[in-house]
């Protein structure tokens, strides 16, 4: 299935067909094209935990405002971003050329240094890409997700077992949809929120695709 | 080209073909595909501002540490993600069902009045998860892509014309790739970024797809 179709086809799933088991076989095909995302100097700042034990679900929907699609999804992936991503590039760029590890492991340790909003925001960006195309492997896969921010993050931080170098980011239910799928929900215009040049500048007004 | 396809192609592209122009049909395909991303109660917090003069691409270069793929790229979009989303749940829920939208608007309120970095967090995860899905769209239709995050960020708010309720969540340069891509860069084992349970538990081992 084409990437759009998949896109049409995702929707925000809340109810889950019960008895479905996700294996690791399924899993390490969703996340090997997880981390095929890009980030910040390649950093690969993302983590994931997965939960599949139904105790430890339920404790998690208890995290998360009682939302029932976390106690019965097949699992739910908890992406953690690593604030100290930039220590990792030293490993990173072993293989690298000379001239580039030379040039680029100083230049990401100055960047990131003794700046921790920037290291949330890598956290969180690197992260989140790697969210988006967990979501649509999992399609491609027929499975259903349901990305959540909706939780205690140090209850879940806890519950993963995450130290304070790992920021959650976000859940990401997972399971088989059980029932149709709810219509499209909104979507500004892209005139709204596509500028041309400049933020108020005016709006891509090209009938949407 | 199926999604698995599109993810192997794709690299970090930093060499264009000169010449090529974007047409804002093309560009409103791309972008009805990335506002299908998710984002925290659909609250649509990603905002983009296209650059396609060459004076401008050659101004947003120097911002950029002079990376030589800006001032070549037949366009870049500013990914922004806007800090106040909350305060379009009205707008945005206004067509729901009303028991629905009696809930979730006062909900939203609560959940990001006062908290500046939760604010800031979710600008940042919407606006990647709508890059992610751009990034992947483009490559579809044969533009690559390459997104950056090593930019004077007052400098590009600037010349966007965004005020401080935008935060600059990453640069994605466009245009169709010159020569040929460069091997894949570095990834984790998924062993190492993918954990059962806890993040010091066992990692997830079955063989990579």
Redesign the interface.
């Known amino acids: 299935?084409?990437?759009?179709s998949?896109?049409?086809r995702?929707r925000?799933t809340r109810a889950f067909r019960p008895g479905r088991t996700v294996t690791?076989?399924e899993?390490?095909?969703l996340?090997?094209?997880a981390?095929?995302?890009?980030s910040?100097f390649?950093l690969?700042h993302?983590?994931?935990?997965?939960?599949?034990?139904p105790a430890?679900l339920q404790r998690l929907a208890e995290l998360a405002w009682g939302q029932r699609q976390v106690a019965t999804a097949s699992a739910v992936v908890i992406v953690?971003g690593h604030l100290k991503a930039h220590r990792d590039a030293p490993a990173?760029?072993a293989?690298?050329p000379e001239a580039l590890r030379e040039r680029v492991v100083p230049l990401i340790s100055g960047?990131y240094q003794g700046n921790p909003q920037l290291q949330?925001?890598?956290a969180?960006?690197?992260g989140?890409?790697a969210?988006?195309?967990f979501?649509?492997?999992a399609e491609?896969h027929g499975l259903a997700t349901c990305?959540m921010?909706?939780f205690d993050p140090e209850g879940v931080s806890a519950?993963?077992?995450?130290?304070e170098l790992?920021v959650p980011?976000?859940m990401i239910c997972l399971g088989e949809a059980a029932g149709d799928a709810p219509p499209r929900?909104?979507?500004?215009p892209?005139s709204h929120?596509?500028?041309?040049?400049?933020?108020?500048?005016p709006g891509?007004?090209?009938?949407?695709?």
């Not at 981390?35 to 890009?38: A, D, G, K, M, Q």
């Not at 929120?193 to 500048?201: A, I, K, N």
């Open positions: 299935m084409d990437l759009f998949l896109l049409r995702r925000a690791d076989a899993l390490a095909a996340f090997a094209a981390i095929e995302s890009p910040s390649n690969q993302w983590r994931f935990v997965v939960v599949r034990d430890r953690f990173i760029y293989d690298a960047f949330r925001d890598e969180i960006r690197s989140s890409l969210a988006m195309t979501m649509l492997a491609a990305p921010i909706g519950l993963a077992g995450a130290d790992h980011v976000m929900a909104h979507r500004f892209l929120v596509v500028r041309l040049e400049t933020l108020d500048g891509l007004s090209v009938p949407e695709a």
